[in-house]
């Protein structure tokens, strides 16, 4: 059964902060990850990884992915209140049609 | 450009009482449907899935049923809600020949009492 396990829960830092989200999985026939950040309702696509050592980066966000490891992280840099929500990585395996989703990590940026 | 809509965002059901949730997609043809459960803010469960017409698939046995009557329509139903029914209910959508990244409806909170 694939598997995706997310630490820490949850976490709470102060703004200007650096942060560092991890994201492990066990998949059969594995295509990519994903990440989504949810601050209220609908989650966000964030990235999508699908080879080892290339790093996304969107403005203070960024991620990487260890196919050998079988884990991601996701880094925030200099953190805002804005920044703020739960993460989600989400794995896709090539024989199946939906993501498999971890359980989030909660992330509070206080001022 | 595309769009996703699900309603109501919120519902409040006794014990019992039927459900209908819609979503539906706007500015795409055949895109796949999922509908998700998000228990205590977090954790998104697969429920159904759909790749087309009448086509759909489950992921976890419950007292829900999906169905798809359009291409860009979704309806998530029960008969006889639960309290085990209580949750956050997402739709989302995704292309067809790019299933990797969904796109989420707002979400519909659901309180069973």
């Known amino acids: 059964e694939d598997k995706v396990v997310q630490s820490p829960l949850s976490l709470v830092v102060h703004e200007g902060d650096t942060v560092t989200l991890n994201c492990s999985y066990e998949?059969?026939?594995?295509?990519?990850l994903l990440w989504y950040k949810q601050e209220k309702k609908a989650p966000t696509f964030l990235f999508m990884l699908?080879?080892?050592?290339i790093e996304k980066k969107s403005g203070r966000l960024s991620s990487i992915l260890d196919k050998k490891e079988l884990f991601s992280i996701l880094n925030i840099t200099a953190t805002q209140t804005g920044d703020s929500a739960i993460y989600l990585c989400?794995?896709?395996?090539?024989?199946?049609?939906?993501?498999?989703f971890g359980k989030g990590t909660s992330l509070l940026v206080t001022p | 450009s595309q769009t996703i809509h699900q309603w109501p965002a919120t519902l409040v059901q006794p014990v019992g009482s039927p459900l209908s949730l819609e979503c539906t997609v706007e500015g795409t043809s055949n895109p796949n449907l999922y509908w998700y459960r998000q228990a205590a803010g977090r954790g998104l469960q697969l429920l159904f899935y759909?790749?087309?017409?009448?086509?759909i698939s489950s992921e976890v046995p419950q007292n829900l049923s999906a169905s798809r009557p359009q291409d860009r329509q979704f309806i998530l139903s029960s008969k006889k809600l639960l309290l085990s029914d209580s949750g956050f209910y997402l739709c989302?959508?995704?292309?067809?020949?790019?299933?990797?990244?969904?796109?989420f409806g707002s979400g519909t909170q659901l309180s069973v009492l």
């Open positions: 759909s790749v087309g017409i009448g086509q």
């Open positions: 989302a959508w995704s292309p067809r020949s790019y299933n990797e990244k969904l796109f």
């Open positions: 699908t080879s080892s050592g």
């Open positions: 989400a794995v896709k395996s090539n024989s199946g049609y939906a993501l498999n």
């Open positions: 998949v059969t026939n594995f295509r990519s």
